[in-house]
């Protein structure tokens, strides 16, 4: 077995003679960069591969040496050592498949690094806030600002009327203030950001109340609890999960009460026999013993869901307005934005918030705040429900169908799918409205060869990855979450299936 891979292994070239072979192809010349330094580490990691896998227990070789589908000149091997091992029986058709398997391995790895890791992708999934696809998607006319800013300089921290310098934080906050009527806000760079600088700055060394059922948990299990403690805040848990009442809060308050915390269950749903403390009367309860109260509001939103048919959700105004001190919330939810955490409320919290050696560690950059303003700017013109959150939330039944319609139409002939509409549900997703199912219309496919992990796979790993979710027996595609020109995009690359 030894010597038969030892053999095997006298047949792989060396890399100067590989790089001899493949320099002036017209295929890799893009490649041909700082003295063909990435060509030939291509080359030098494709060739250790394949010894490491002829070493290896499987042993085999990697390509079919009866049909190499491809085949490339062969570099000259006359007057070297290998010049005999080469003319052997079979070694021929072994060198044939090998460099029609080199020039595929060194392309795939050159392509592979010449392409970014942050790729666009088409959501068919009918997930709206769909977290690991990026949550909101920014307006047309924001993205532009903020390509715009990211191109030039800016007056970021510069005050323009003084030639001093100022604060990144007035670009947003009398926005901020107007939109929701408060007194100061901040930004950070998200929600839990906002949470731990909260509790760091008011908390430190001192207790939080907050309610057993209030006790969240956010993606990539972050927890409440445990960005109380990163703050440096210690955690003092009333209640019971179902039902919290005023008397808890007011049963667990002592010497080291530092705040009063309420968290608005955005991603989960308690029902049944509940209770639940509102912000109205934990503001009463603070004003009375002297104690700030504050609100993490989660996917908070400036828009009231229900003139859409959805469940009432409390608004950033509500919450304000209900007398809290501070009140924080995401950016890249229901607010339409890019990734932030926002802090609303008193300006005496605020104030403090800022002077927190923290702040500096945890604040957005011009980008970001470029994204924020721009969408704000929208709301503050009445344009709130055109951002595209708001835009797919009140997207009308008829054009859903109209949508599963054309996609299904279009592949109705397919020799290897079947298509067809189907009434089925979509997700507001990103930890809003957990127990919505927002009807929708899809294209429900069924390939005639292959599974339906096949042809999931098949759309996710394209030129562009196409996102679609697989249902029993059926792969489909939601229009819901669909942009424009989409649809094409989706049927060109589905006429390449088998």
């Known amino acids: 077995m030894a010597n038969q891979k030892n053999r095997r292994l006298r047949i792989i070239p060396p890399v100067h003679e590989v790089v001899a072979a493949f320099e002036h192809r017209e295929e890799f010349r893009p490649f041909m960069t700082n003295d063909g330094q990435r060509l030939t580490l291509a080359i030098r990691q494709a060739l250790q591969e394949l010894r490491e896998h002829l070493l290896g227990e499987e042993g085999a070789w990697p390509w079919d040496e009866e049909s190499a589908a491809v085949r490339l000149p062969q570099a000259s091997f006359a007057g070297t050592d290998r010049e005999t091992e080469v003319s052997a029986g079979g070694a021929e058709e072994a060198e044939a498949g090998l460099w029609g398997w080199l020039r595929e391995e060194v392309l795939r790895s050159l392509r592979g690094r010449s392409a970014p890791s942050l790729r666009h992708v088409i959501n068919a999934t009918g997930v709206i806030l769909h977290t690991n696809c990026g949550r909101a998607l920014l307006a047309p006319e924001v993205a532009e600002f903020v390509a715009a800013q990211a191109g030039h300089y800016s007056n970021l921290e510069l005050n323009l009327e003084s030639g001093e310098r100022g604060s990144r934080y007035v670009h947003v906050e009398k926005l901020l203030c107007a939109l929701t009527g408060a007194e100061a806000a901040m930004v950070v760079n998200n929600n839990a950001a906002a949470v731990l600088l909260i509790m760091n700055t008011l908390a430190a060394g001192g207790e939080v109340v907050v309610s057993r059922g209030e006790l969240v948990e956010v993606g990539g299990s972050f927890r409440i609890p445990e960005v109380l403690k990163a703050g440096g805040a210690r955690l003092v848990e009333v209640g019971a999960t179902n039902k919290t009442w005023l008397r808890d809060y007011e049963g667990a308050i002592g010497s080291q009460t530092a705040l009063l915390l309420k968290v608005h269950t955005s ?156 009434e089925d549900f979509s997700q507001v997703g990103g930890g809003a409205w957990p127990t919505v199912d927002l009807p929708t219309w899809v294209c429900a496919l069924r390939p005639r060869r292959g599974s339906v992990n096949d042809l999931e796979e098949f759309l996710r790993r394209g030129p562009l990855p196409i996102l679609a979710r697989i249902q029993k027996d059926r792969v489909l595609l939601d229009g819901r979450t669909l942009l424009a020109g989409e649809e094409e995009e989706i049927i060109r690359h589905l006429e390449n299936w088998f």
């Open 267 to 422: 991603n989960y749903r308690i029902e049944g026999f509940t209770h639940s403390v509102s912000a109205r009367e934990l503001v009463e309860l603070g004003a009375r013993l002297g104690l700030p109260v504050v609100e993490d509001l989660g996917s908070g939103s400036f828009l009231d869901g229900s003139q859409w048919g959805l469940p009432p959700e409390p608004t950033i105004g509500q919450s304000v307005e209900a007398g809290l001190s501070l009140v924080s919330f995401s950016g890249d939810k229901l607010l339409g934005g890019p990734q932030a955490g926002i802090i609303v409320g008193k300006k005496e919290y605020v104030e403090r918030l800022r002077s927190n050696q923290l702040t500096r560690a945890l604040r957005i950059d011009k980008l970001t705040l470029a994204g924020l303003e721009g969408t704000l700017r929208l709301y503050a013109e009445g344009r709130g429900p055109d951002l595209p959150v708001w835009h797919m939330l009140a997207m009308p039944p008829a054009l859903l169908r109209a949508k599963a319609e054309r996609l299904c139409s279009a592949l109705r002939d397919h020799p290897q799918l079947q298509a067809e509409v189907r």
